[in-house]
């Protein structure tokens, strides 16, 4: 106890992010790590951004460099508008908040919509920083019972909806991080159709929709019912997260005060940034750059698939992804992902134990495998040895004595 | 009232930045503004910024553009460090979290420090900016009583230090905006003992240190209590505020909460932001450069001076500011300086109304004028207005009849 500070109430609820806490362990050298969440650099525009640099600081320096608006560069905002519209939303600028990355976005919504007490729906698992963002804000998280294509309709029948009533639903419909499951249409179609006779609104998180393999994931969620929601989206996964560049679309009525909350989070993001990747953008170079990312991820994702098959045990259970950056994989009855974590990093690998990601009742039998931060040689190193190590955990030791 | 959305208690409390609302209004073509906070464009340093840039994305372009740690940039942290000990800090790197611009660190300290009701002492006026920060998190503001020199220590004797206690002192001792004003080194002593006393610490923010003009301020508020202490610095106001980089310095008990809140808001700073900056300070260029900004802004400040002097009507009262970027104006006894706003804006010039300041209590007769953004010979038209709409407003109309 300190005899000085006295920290917020809400302070004790924070906790470090287990995921960066697991990074520090894992970051062993010859580590073979499946743990990050990072995109591959080979998949950064150097040549692309450096150019761009170089003539936003010659065309426009002094714009650039200083103070800008807390909205966003309005360029930029223009460019989000129109980028989304191939995903089934009408959007106007004006709606387009740029943020300092998605996660911010997170941050700002919990601070204008979550209360303590008052609910906030989640799937089951979630994402871990979307957990973070809004616990400060003391909601009380309900985990909505979901299956492999996301959250089931009939759990959001069920919500609390009578004050505090359920102040939203946090869903991640593309390649879900951590279970990289994506939201069939009908699928879509039925859960939307839930939340407006449950009068709950959602936040539609979408880091991953462009980086699908074989068809792109159908509309957005926020096209059925653009009133009831709020849509996050980034450039950390098609360009480069080192920017840290998001945008939140908001409807009209929550615009202004989504607006104050940034601008007292920290005035507003970098004008340099946001110029320098409008520069990049705007002539279409996504519709170039963002294939070379998909067909590389998905040989990966196909190397990791080849391999889990080969070397996993007889009772692992996992999804093909059909875009994204993860597989989700449940291991036997028995075993459990955070025990075995240490042995995994002494075997040279690593992995996120999936119970970082839930609300409530963690499975300890998930873990988390990256496929875009290893070569598909060092992923189907990584997955032998994941392999090896759990036949190992499954058998009585006596029997692997030669 | 939506029948979607249930917005949070704490969002009724935040308003649009009143700042914000009245630069839109001053920015029409022709309003010599003294209204905006923003530093010079000439001073910001292109090529040096142009040639880090490209130095970065050469040497180190996938680490530049990967995602990077909440903590900041090591090497950056490590001259951060260096650099507050000419202030008297003796400061360890790991005591140094790299935030999104100050004001991030305002939004942080905020979260960590602020329970509904629990007080929170502000100077009179003080950065609004920082009411606007604070404000989310529900603080119970307490406006310490304060002359020329700051708040006064015996203002701080009475403060409430039983449950919920005060949590903080916010003080900005250096060229405080909007004021101008600097705390002598007796006063800085008397200030720290008083909240010694009475078991309060302070957060100090100090974005206008380096801009003094004749001689440094006296060595930091934190160097007299470190462990009772947060101090915030920033880029923006000696390199470029379009990078939006600052820094929280915090005792090793509050930093991880600090850390968390970081890593919950926006996950880290852009680490390419960090590179660059780091590559332009690394090697003393701030020792050359910022006494050039200090000579521009003192020969902005001395066109002022003289203007204020010569056409400000008698009554009117001002301090000369010995850094910073602001003075404070006191229009004589009737006069309210926002209620002559609009009149100014139509004769073409454009300042701040004092009130938007104040926590409470606000004083009508006060207004912030910026000598940096406009040259000296606008400073001297800008001034020569508004001294004539102050005579016009003291006077009664007709006498203005040829």
Redesign the interface.
């Known amino acids: 106890m ?10 004790a609820r ?4 287990i995921i ?1 806490e697991i990074l520090k362990v894992t970051e062993k050298p010859g580590v073979l790590s499946m743990a990050g ?3 591959s ?1 080979d998949t ?1 525009p ?1 040549d692309a ?2 150019a761009a ?2 003539r936003v ?2 065309a426009t ?2 714009e ?5 608006s ?1 909205e966003g560069y309005a360029p930029l905002r223009e460019w989000v508008a129109g980028r989304v519209a191939s995903l089934g939303m009408k959007v106007k600028p004006e709606q387009v908040l740029i ?3 998605s ?2 976005g997170l ?1 700002l919504v919990g ?5 303590a007490g ?1 609910p906030v729906a989640v799937e089951t698992p979630t994402y871990l ?1 979307a957990l ?2 809004f ?3 003391e909601p009380l998280f309900a985990s909505l019972a979901s299956d492999e294509e996301g959250p089931r309709p009939e759990a959001i029948a069920t919500l609390p909806h009578d004050a ?2 359920t ?2 639903a946090y869903l991640l419909p593309n390649y879900q991080n951590p279970t990289g499951r994506v939201m069939g249409a009908p699928r879509r179609v039925e859960v939307v159709e839930a939340l407006r006779k449950a ?1 709950v ?1 959602f936040v539609e998180d979408n880091p991953y929709g462009d980086l699908w393999f074989d068809e792109p994931p159908p509309a957005a969620l926020s096209s059925l019912w653009p ?2 929601s709020l849509y996050l989206g980034s450039f ?1 996964k098609v360009l ?5 560049l998001g945008y939140v679309i908001a ?1 009209p ?2 615009y ?2 989504l ?3 940034k ?11 946001q110029r320098v990747v409008h520069e990049v953008v705007k002539d279409g170079f996504l519709d170039s750059h963002v294939p070379t990312i998909r067909s590389l991820y998905k040989a990966n994702r196909d190397a990791m698939a080849e391999a889990l098959q080969a070397h996993l045990p007889r009772g692992c259970e996992w999804q093909l992804p059909q875009g994204g950056m993860f597989f989700w994989v449940r291991l036997p009855a028995g075993l459990d992902a955070m025990a075995l974590l240490p042995r995994a990093v002494d075997a040279g690998i690593a992995y996120v134990p999936g119970a970082a990601f839930y609300a409530h009742q963690p499975d300890p039998r998930t873990l988390r495998l990256s496929f875009v931060t290893l070569t598909p040689d060092l992923i189907r190193e990584g997955v032998e040895k994941l392999g090896r190590l759990l036949h190992e955990a499954l058998e009585p030791v006596a029997e692997h004595a030669p």
């Open positions: 300190s005899t000085i500070w006295t920290q917020a109430r809400r302070a924070m906790n470090p992010s960066r969440g990072l995109p650099a950064f150097v951004i450096k640099c170089d600081l010659t320096p002094r650039a460099l200083q103070y800008a807390s943020t300092s990355g996660q911010q941050d601070k204008i919509l979550c209360d008052a920083g973070q963002a616990t400060p804000f505090p009533g102040r939203f009068n609104p009133e009831g950390s480069t997260p080192g920017f840290r409807p009525e929550l202004p005060k607006l104050q909350a601008q007292a989070a920290d005035l507003h993001t970098p004008g340099f940034n």
